[in-house]
C-alpha cells in the first residue's frame, strides 16, 4: 500500500483512540478489514520477503538499500538465553528454555551528531545509538535524536565517579540523579533484553555494536518486538493481554515511527499487520463496554469471513487474534525495497521451482529405467517359460 503526501495528523485521546484515528485516516476500509484469506496471502508475501531477506548476503542487502557499510567487522556473536513460556492445549502453564546466536557487527561512526565527546568508558543506547547508525550508514545523514541515553561499559571504565557529572550535562532529566546512567557489564545480556528488535544496539563517539537483526531492522524500516518481549506476552492469553499487545505496537510506532504522519511520497506500509490489528483494537475496545457487545463483534466477524467459524467465546477470538499477531511487525518503507524483495522472493521461489524440476525429471528417468528393467526381466521369464514348455513337450513325445 503506497502512500501518497500525508498530511500532519492531529491525534486526540488515548492511545487506543489515537492509533484507530491512525488506521482510519492512513488505511481504506478494505485494507482494514480484509477476508481470511486476504490476510493469509499477505502474510505470506511477507513471510516470503522476510526469508528473501534472510537468505541473501548483508553487504548485497546494503547496496540495494543505499547504507554505506564502510569499516564494517564482525564481533563476537551475542549468546541468547531466553525463557520461553505459554499455555499447553490443557491450560497449564510450560516453560522452554531457548539458547541461541545472533551475528553482532561494528561499525566506525563516521558521521556524528554532535559535536561534543563522552569520556572514555560511556557510550549510547536507544535513539542516540540508531541516530549514529542511521548518519553512518547514510540512511539519514541529519538524524537528530529526540533524547540522549547514557550508558556506561564496565569492560572499558569500571569506574563510577563521573556517573553524575556525565548525567547532568548530558541527559536533561537527569539533572540530580546519577542513576539515569545506565550501567552495562554484560553486552549479551544488554541485546537479549531490549523490547524492540532495532535496540539491539550499543554506541560510543568512536564505534557502533549491533545485532544483525537491529541492523536489518534499522535499514528496512521494520518495528518488531525482540523475542525476549514475546516470550512475555504468552501468559494468560485473552482480552487483557490483547489490549497489553495492542498498547506495545502503539506506543512503538508513535515513538518510533517519525515518518507515518509526515510527508512522503513512494513509501508504502506493510499490510500484513493491518487488518489483524485494526480487529483487535476493535474487539478491545468492545470488550470495555460489555460481553455482549464484544461478543456479537466476534459474531459479526466470523460472519464476515474476518475470524474462522469455529470461534465460540471472546477469549477464543482474542487468543486468535493475538497468535495472528503474535510475529507481525511494523513497517513504513521506502517502496522499492518491497519491490526489490518481492523480486528476490520470486527468484528464489523460481529456483525451488527449477530444483523440484530437477528432481522430479530424475525420479521420472530412474522410474524409466526401473521400468525398463522390469520388462526385460518379464520378457526374459516369458522367453524360460516358453522354453520350459517346449523341453517339456518334447519329453512327453519323446515317451
Request: proline share 3%; charged share 35%; aromatic share 10%.
Amino acid at each position: 500500500m503506497e502512500t501518497g503526501k500525508n498530511h500532519e495528523i492531529r491525534l486526540e485521546g488515548g492511545y487506543k483512540e489515537q492509533l484507530a484515528q491512525a488506521f482510519e485516516h492512513l488505511f481504506p476500509q478494505e485494507s482494514r478489514e480484509r477476508s481470511l484469506e486476504e490476510q493469509r496471502a499477505l502474510q505470506e508475501a511477507s513471510e516470503k520477503r522476510e526469508i528473501a531477506v534472510m537468505d541473501r548476503d548483508l553487504l548485497e542487502v546494503a547496496l540495494e538499500y543505499r547504507a554505506d557499510l564502510t569499516g564494517l567487522q564482525s564481533e563476537n556473536a551475542c549468546y541468547r538465553v531466553i525463557e520461553r513460556g505459554w499455555q499447553s492445549n490443557d491450560e497449564e502453564y510450560e516453560e522452554r528454555r531457548v539458547e541461541e546466536y545472533d551475528e553482532v557487527f561494528s561499525l566506525p561512526v563516521r558521521n556524528h551528531f554532535s559535536e561534543e565527546r563522552l569520556p572514555h568508558g560511556y557510550g549510547y543506547k536507544g535513539g542516540a545509538a540508531r541516530a549514529l547508525l542511521l548518519r553512518t550508514l547514510g540512511i539519514d545523514s541529519t538524524y537528530q535524536p529526540r533524547d540522549i541515553d547514557i550508558v556506561r561499559l564496565t569492560w572499558e571504565n569500571p569506574d563510577d565517579t563521573q556517573d553524575a557529572e556525565v548525567a547532568q550535562h548530558w541527559m536533561s532529566e537527569a539533572t540530580e540523579n546519577a542513576s539515569k546512567i545506565e550501567v552495562i557489564s554484560d553486552r549479551d545480556d544488554y541485546f537479549t533484553k531490549r523490547d524492540l528488535r532495532m535496540n539491539e544496539i550499543l554506541a560510543t563517539d568512536d564505534y557502533i555494536q549491533c545485532t544483525k537483526s537491529a541492523l536489518l531492522d534499522i535499514m528496512r524500516h521494520v518495528i518488531r518486538p525482540t523475542k525476549y518481549e514475546l516470550s512475555r506476552w504468552h501468559e494468560n492469553l485473552g482480552p487483557k493481554m490483547l489490549a497489553k499487545i495492542l498498547r506495545f505496537y502503539a506506543e512503538a510506532i508513535h515513538r518510533y515511527d517519525e515518518a507515518y504522519m509526515g510527508n512522503l511520497e513512494d513509501w508504502r506500509f506493510e499490510e500484513a499487520f493491518i487488518t489483524p490489528f485494526w480487529l483487535a483494537l476493535q474487539l478491545d475496545k468492545a470488550c470495555e463496554i460489555s460481553s455482549d457487545v464484544a461478543w456479537r463483534y466476534v459474531e459479526e466477524l466470523i460472519a464476515r469471513r474476518q475470524l474462522p467459524k469455529y470461534m465460540s467465546t471472546i477469549e477464543e477470538a482474542a487468543k486468535y487474534l493475538i497468535e495472528f499477531t503474535y510475529n507481525f511487525s511494523y513497517r513504513h518503507a521506502p517502496t522499492e525495497q518491497f519491490v526489490m524483495e518481492d523480486h528476490w522472493a520470486q527468484i528464489d521461489e523460481d529456483r525451488k521451482k527449477s530444483r523440484r524440476g530437477s528432481v522430479r525429471g530424475m525420479r521420472e528417468d530412474l522410474e524409466g529405467d526401473d521400468d525398463a528393467d522390469s520388462r526385460d526381466k518379464q520378457r526374459k521369464a516369458q522367453r524360460q517359460i516358453k522354453q520350459k514348455a517346449k523341453e517339456t513337450a518334447i519329453d512327453k513325445a519323446e515317451i
